[in-house]
């Protein structure tokens, strides 16, 4: 089945914890991003790439790092959580191309609360 | 720069009428296109609607339209004939085809919580 996996689901850190969000898709996709969701602000974009070893800001970057070894792979990596990043994240896929609809598709959604 | 506006933090809907969820956006480069998602209350991102810059059609996939207007720069969501499973927030996203750059980025509207009533 063509998905996207994030992992873990559910975590409750404490200050300073540094955490890794895995993102994992098996579609041979080139981009892969990064979002957080929060209520009354909808989705942010925090990083994305474009293909391997290739990846820049979105709008939302501060307190955020990403690698991209692999195609497969997108960690996101919280190097010392604050409670500010409490939140709701979502790791999304898609073909890279200028053209079309490269449609995004997207995990299940990690749900981060940092004390 | 890009930006999304959706106007309607809440809807209601009487089940089997038309809605209509509104989405503005705003850009400089005259390559990009604009998609609908849905989140049901489970939370799950689902992809419902594209339509691009230069499509001459609006887009349709079943009981959903895009209401199109390029001048005025609205993409809106119409969904025909609602159910009781519309209930969800709903989200319009744009990403930009920047032929400078080579790279893009999606943005995200705030959403609107659509309720659909018995």
């Known amino acids: 089945e063509a998905q996207v996996t994030q992992n873990p689901r559910y975590l409750i850190t404490v200050t300073g914890k540094k955490l890794t969000v895995t993102c994992s898709q098996n579609m041979n996709h080139e981009y892969m991003s990064w979002y957080r969701q929060d209520p009354g602000l909808g989705l942010r974009q925090i990083y994305y790439s474009m293909n391997v070893e290739v990846t820049d800001k979105g709008d939302v970057p501060e307190g955020y790092k990403v690698s991209r070894k692999e195609k497969r792979n997108f960690p996101l990596i919280l190097e010392s959580p604050s409670p500010n990043q409490t939140s709701l994240y979502f790791c999304?896929?898609?073909?890279?191309?200028?053209?079309?609809?490269?449609?995004?598709?997207f995990g299940a959604g990690s749900r981060l609360t940092v004390l | 720069a890009q930006k999304i506006t959706q106007t309607q933090p809440g809807m209601f809907v009487q089940e089997k009428e038309a809605v209509t969820l509104d989405c503005t956006y705003d850009t400089s480069d005259p390559s990009y296109g604009l998609f609908w998602y849905k989140q049901p209350s489970s939370g799950e991102m689902i992809f419902l609607i594209y339509q691009g810059s230069y499509d001459q059609q609006n887009a349709t996939e079943g009981r959903y339209s895009l209401n199109f207007q390029k001048a005025r720069k609205s993409a809106n969501l119409v969904i025909s004939a609602s159910q009781l499973g519309d209930s969800a927030m709903y989200f319009c996203?744009?990403?930009?085809?920047?032929?400078?750059?080579?790279?893009?980025?999606?943005?995200f509207g705030t959403g609107t919580r659509l309720k659909v009533l018995a």
């Open positions: 996203a744009m990403r930009e085809f920047p032929l400078t750059s080579g790279t893009y980025k999606y943005i």
């Open positions: 999304a896929s898609s073909l890279r191309q200028f053209s079309g609809a490269n449609v995004l598709t």
